[in-house]
Each structure stands twice: as structure tokens, then as C-alpha cells.
Nanobody
Framework: QVQLVESGGGLVQAGGSLRLSCAAS????????MGWFRQAPGKEREFVAA????????SYADSVKGRFTISRDNAKNTMYLQMNSLKPEDTAVYYC?????????????????WGQGTHVTVSS
């Protein structure tokens, strides 16, 4: 079982940048594919980005492609989400998640472990 803790959220103006971190503990980090999801008020939790166990394969939602970059440092048991050119519609609680799925997956149901979330607010 892995424990996940997100950090790095905050308030930023449109066009700005933030970097989210997800620190993992309690299990072998490289046993898990990882992903970021977000949930805006009144909306369903949606896929943002995913990364394979080695970090060699990534996947992005169309809404963030070209603006967000997912990465991981397996030596530090940490995953990151670099968010650039932020828009007000990126405002949400961002969650990191871990999956035993063998490749990247966009499906929320295939993630086994979740963090508590970190708030991101983008002002216009």
C-alpha cells in the first residue's frame, strides 16, 4: 500500500505557472504508474495526465496538452506536474493517484490509491 501527499497548490494569475508535487511512501514507488486528476466545483473528477512506472511514457488530456508536463523522480519517490500558461478553467482540486496498471491509464477506476488533493486557483 502506498501513501500519497500532494503539495504546491495555490493562487496564481492567468498565464502564470505552478508546480505540483506528489510524495509517495509506504511501498515501492516504481511498482506504480502514476496520474494526476482534478475536480472543479460541481464537476466530475477528470483525468489530467499520467506517467508510466519508468517515466518513459506519458499521456495528457487534450485540455492541458502543451501546457502541463508530468514527470517523476524515482530516486525521490516523487511525481510532479509542471503547469504553465494557466487558465481560470484550470481551477480545481488536483489529486495524484497510483495504479498497478502496467502502462498509463486515463481511467479513474484503475487507480488504487489517492492523495487528499491540493487546491489550485487561477484568477483572471
Amino acid at each position: 500500500q502506498v501513501q500519497l501527499v500532494e503539495s504546491g497548490g495555490g493562487l496564481v494569475q492567468a498565464g502564470g505557472s505552478l508546480r505540483l508535487s506528489c510524495a509517495a511512501s509506504g511501498s515501492t514507488f516504481t511498482a506504480y504508474g502514476m496520474g494526476w486528476f482534478r475536480q472543479a466545483p460541481g464537476k466530475e473528477r477528470e483525468f489530467v495526465a499520467a506517467i508510466s512506472r519508468s517515466g518513459g511514457i506519458t499521456s495528457y488530456a487534450d485540455s492541458v496538452k502543451g501546457r502541463f508536463t508530468i514527470s517523476r523522480d524515482n530516486a525521490k519517490n516523487t511525481m510532479y506536474l509542471q503547469m504553465n500558461s494557466l487558465k481560470p478553467e484550470d481551477t480545481a482540486v488536483y489529486y495524484c493517484a497510483a495504479t498497478t496498471f502496467k502502462s498509463t491509464t486515463r481511467l479513474r477506476a484503475e487507480y488504487d490509491y489517492w492523495g487528499q488533493g491540493t487546491h489550485v486557483t487561477v484568477s483572471s
